[in-house]
């Protein structure tokens, strides 16, 4: 259903939330590795400043989940769905995030160092000033995705569809990339990112309809 008419994980399943939020803080100290969240869902969670290094969330629905400075290094987010989802902030060196589905997704200032984005939909993501060093974005589909200040000098943006995104004269491309034919729009930049204390929670966040199609 809409996920506007979805309640909170701490509504919809208490339970569930007080565990998430158990291992998100464990997991900060923990010594074993790979702990299994895969297939699970995790709709409109609130994991803001939650530690999940390697863990696995492959086939997870995440949607309009609230992941603010949350640690993701290395995590396995194969064919996860967090479309609308918070990730500012949020840390995802090195993490697997193929064939995931990130649509209009919140991914300012995020660290993505070295993640691999192949064949993952991003239409409409805000990628705002994030670090994309290292990372692969091979097949990935980044139309009218907000990429103003983004660093993607030593990215892999083989065969990646650009059409519409926005770029500003502060986005960084790889050498000999020419962003121009790949149909990439230059435009102002955002200028300073607004203080997270001012944002509404994400928890209450209302998901915009998606203006891409199908």
Known sequence: MPINDIA?????????QVALTALGVLC???EQSWVNLSITDLRRADCDGLWFPEVNFDRACMEAAGLYHANLTQASLVSVN??????TTAILRRARCVLADLRAAKLVETDLRDADFTETDLREANLRKADAHGAVFHRADLRMADLRGTDL???DLVEARLTGALASEHTRWPADFDHTAAGVVHTDDSGPEPSPLL????MTWQAPPLRSTP
């Open 8 to 16: 909170p994980l701490e509504t919809r399943a208490a339970d569930a």
């Open 28 to 30: 900060r100290h923990r």
């Open 82 to 87: 967090l479309r609308h989802a918070d990730l």
């Open 199 to 202: 944002q509404p929670p994400g």
């Open 153 to 155: 000098s030593t990215a």
